[in-house]
């Protein structure tokens, strides 16, 4: 079965410095890999996804993504953190690409120190 | 175009009730999914409704259902309602796989308390 691990259920880092943000799947590729974001009190928005096209992906805001099947991992980098940047970050993996059953990991929580 | 729009977005109920969430997927959209999102467990899988029918269940019990309206919209239901119940409900709403990029657009969420 699928699974999502994201290492570091809180990470703080200050405003302009890098952002890195751990995601590992389970050993099977998955068709589709995603990273959300939540702002407070709201749904959640995509950031970036992972489709086979290419294995660094660019998103929204600035944030991009590495796929790397040696090591199982699907890590979010964004070289310069904004205050506006915190919230809470999912990866997700999709379970077939016929359904949208994902699996999302359990979070992490991003803050951003002035 | 709206957005993914969930009824109500608040509500508080006591053990033993049930309740019913409402979810209005995008305008064309013909894919809705429900997920549970809780401090603990993060967010989990309940179901995904295809025209009218239900294509994947999560590992819920028989207390959690739902239903796809002929116009898309989706409702669940959560009977005999228990303390653990209290989550923030989400519904996200996608093109068939295969039409789409895979991606699901959620609404806000209807976060239920139970006391």
């Known amino acids: 079965a699928q699974s999502v691990t994201q290492l570091g259920s809180h990470v703080s880092v200050s405003e302009g410095a890098l952002v890195l943000l751990r995601c590992n799947y389970s050993?099977?590729?998955?068709?589709?890999l995603f990273w959300y974001v939540q702002y407070p009190n709201q749904g959640l928005q995509l950031l970036l996804k992972?489709?086979?096209?290419?294995?660094l992906v660019k998103g929204i805001n600035g944030f991009e993504a590495e796929f790397k099947k040696s090591e199982t991992s699907f890590h979010l980098t964004k070289p310069s953190a904004h205050m506006s940047d915190a919230a809470e970050y999912f990866c997700?993996?999709?379970?077939?690409?016929?359904?949208?059953?994902?699996?999302f990991g359990t979070g992490t929580r991003l803050k951003v120190l002035a | 175009k709206a957005g993914v729009t969930q009824t109500p977005r608040y509500l508080i109920k006591t053990r033993g009730q049930q309740v019913t969430l409402s979810c209005s997927p995008i305008?064309?959209?013909?894919?809705v999914s429900w997920y549970q999102q809780t401090p603990g467990q993060g967010l989990q899988f309940l179901f995904e409704?295809?025209?009218?029918?239900?294509?994947n269940k999560g590992n819920f019990p028989g207390r959690f259902s739902g239903r796809q309206f002929s116009n898309s919209r989706s409702e669940m239901n959560v009977s005999t309602l228990e303390l653990g119940d209290s989550a923030l409900y989400l519904c996200?709403?996608?093109?068939?796989?295969?039409?789409?990029?895979?991606?699901?657009?959620f609404g806000e969420g209807s976060r239920l308390t139970v006391l």
């Open positions: 050993s099977s590729v998955p068709p589709y």
């Open positions: 409704y295809f025209s009218e029918t239900q294509r």
């Open positions: 997700a993996v999709s379970v077939d690409s016929g359904t949208y059953k994902y699996i």
């Open positions: 305008s064309g959209h013909r894919s």
């Open positions: 996200a709403s996608s093109l068939l796989a295969g039409e789409g990029t895979g991606e699901l657009f």
């Open positions: 992972y489709t086979s096209a290419a294995t």
